[in-house]
């Protein structure tokens, strides 16, 4: 059991959670009172919604927030009645493959629930001898994740169990389809053996999915919604209580057409005019403040000229990085793009985290945040504010922004290039400015060059996705040859098993088709 159950944790299992902001003061609070919600919580109305209610609504409309309000209050409840149980999931489409898959929720749901209940870790018992051989050593695979699913809603007895799934647009959309058809399954079994369960999904409007039965609110359309952005700008614009500032307050919220993260991204504008002293020019400056969340985010790229390459590679970093980058991680990869002799002056450990905070906030406009962890010591990680930052950068507007000239394919492709250059760029500054490269730690290579083990992992990932969209790596290769060597010695260097260590000799071949880069290894001159 004990095995079976650590392969179920992974490191990020609520980091999407941990890093939402709380709702703000009085806000949500109606949504406990709303008939949908309450016929929910109802159990004699299991047979008319099944368990299931949806809450749906625009991109940055508060959903998630609402959310997170929601699993917070029911905890709350939970925590008093041992005949109640809750589990949750927040889908992370910036994250890492577990925090963005329906593999990664059914992982969680199961860690959830045989924490808060360990006598439903029985399920387990269920797999013979071999089948708990399997999954021991290849980890677990969905199939057997959902059945273990099963046999625990089967344990339930006479508790009642509830499940929030925020954010199900933040995974592929097969695989949501897949979830959503194998729920209704799950709550049709749990029906007829009296169990009680249910589910609360939250997401952008679906089109292509829907439930056969179960409760749906729109939040853009609730009057309460509004009156929560109503109270959210009466506390955060710094204004008097005069009519006219309330008739300014009234205007604010009927351009913000329902929408909670564009007023949270005008607030700061109309504050600075008001700190400026300019509160002749606030409903003008309001006035110049596009409607719609994708043309505010076009008004703030274009808003100033100011540092726009590194902008530009900010934003590249962001939606190009093989992995989530943590912020000492982003600091060092754009000021050192900028100033190769920067470790001379600035070593990781001189560069406090107060430093790196404005730095993101700085370098993209406000338009990417640091996460929150729950472990202080380790390093978060830089996302944007929101994911419709990211849709909106990939779609033809956000493109034409700050790369006019590319396609869809040329955005990717050279975004991957760029991001390949500065990897090679830091391993080539390190062999070149460092006095003990080669004999240093893995430790002291991650203090003294940040962003190095990021450039080692991922210099022949990036190469190979940019050959992918079309970006020629010929000369890239020719290049490699000529470091291949040094990058050896530092990927050897970061390999916590020596075993998988390579030797000085390997050849490029063998090392292109152990990693998968099979855009790479059809280019090669063999």
């Known amino acids: 059991r004990q095995e079976l159950m650590e392969l179920l944790y ?21 949504f406990l009172e709303k008939k949908e919600y309450r016929q929910w919580l109802d159990l004699q109305n299991l047979e008319d919604h099944h368990g299931f209610l949806w809450i749906k609504g625009k991109p940055g409309s508060g959903k ?19 005949n109640r149980l809750l589990a949750s999931f ?29 006598d439903l870790q029985r399920a387990l018992d269920e797999f013979d001898f071999n089948a708990g051989c399997v999954i021991k050593k290849s980890g677990w695979r969905t199939e057997a994740l959902k059945e273990t699913i099963e046999r625990t809603i089967d344990c339930l007895g006479d508790r009642d169990l509830s499940f929030f799934i925020d954010a199900l647009d933040e995974c592929r959309d097969d695989d949501v389809a897949d979830m959503v058809s194998f729920f209704e399954d799950l709550v049709e079994r749990a029906a007829e053996k009296s169990i009680r369960l249910r589910i609360c999904f939250s997401s952008r409007h679906y089109p292509s999915i829907e439930l056969k039965c179960g409760l749906a609110v729109i ?14 700008i009466s506390s955060k614009l710094t204004l008097s209580r005069s009519k006219r500032a309330e008739d300014f307050r009234k205007d604010i919220l009927k351009k913000s057409a329902g929408i909670f993260l564009w007023v949270a991204l005008v607030i700061p504008m109309l504050n600075k005019t008001d700190a400026e002293g300019r509160v002749d020019q606030l409903q003008k400056r309001l006035n110049t403040i596009p409607i719609g969340l994708d043309n505010l985010f076009d008004m703030i790229l274009a808003r100033d000229s100011e540092d726009m390459d590194e902008l530009r590679f900010c934003i590249q970093l962001i939606l190009f990085a093989i992995r989530p980058v943590t912020l000492t991680e982003y600091f060092f990869a754009l000021r050192r793009a900028g100033d190769s002799d920067l470790h001379n002056s600035w070593a990781a450990k001189e560069v406090n985290r107060d430093v790196m905070d404005r730095f993101a906030l700085s370098s993209s406009k406000g338009l990417a945040e640091v996460t929150k962890t729950r472990k202080k ?45 500065r990897c090679l760029g830091e391993i080539e500054a390190y062999q070149r400015q460092d006095s003990q490269a080669g004999t240093r730690s893995a430790q002291d290579l991650v203090q003294i060059w940040p962003f190095l083990r990021y450039a080692t992992d991922s210099t022949l990932l990036h190469a190979n996705q940019a050959q992918q969209y079309g970006v020629s790596q010929d000369g890239f290769l020719l290049q490699f040859s000529g470091r291949q060597q040094d990058w050896v010695s530092l990927y050897n260097a970061f390999e916590k098993f020596k075993s998988r260590c390579y030797s000085n000799t390997v050849d490029i071949i063998y090392i292109l088709a152990e990693h998968g880069l099979d855009s790479l290894l059809q280019i090669h001159p063999r």
């Open 377 to 421: 010591e380790k390093d978060p990680t830089v996302q944007f504010i929101h994911e419709s930052v990211r849709d909106f950068l990939f779609s033809q507007n956000g493109r034409q922004r700050l790369w006019p000239s590319f396609n869809q394919d040329e955005f990717t492709g050279f975004g991957h290039d760029a991001l390949k250059l």
């Open 90 to 118: 927040f889908f992370y489409a910036p994250g890492e493959h577990l925090e963005k898959s329906t593999f990664g929720l059914y992982r969680s749901l199961l860690w959830q629930l045989f924490q808060k209940a360990p």
């Open 64 to 82: 998630s927030i609402l959310m997170k309000f929601l699993e917070a209050r029911t905890k709350s409840s939970v925590a008093k009645n041992p």
């Open 219 to 232: 939040l853009e359309d609730q009057e309460e919604h509004n009156k929560d952005i109503a109270r959210y």
């Open 10 to 30: 992974f490191d990020e299992i609520d980091a999407r959670l941990l890093s939402l902001k709380a709702a703000h003061n009085k806000t949500c609070m109606w």
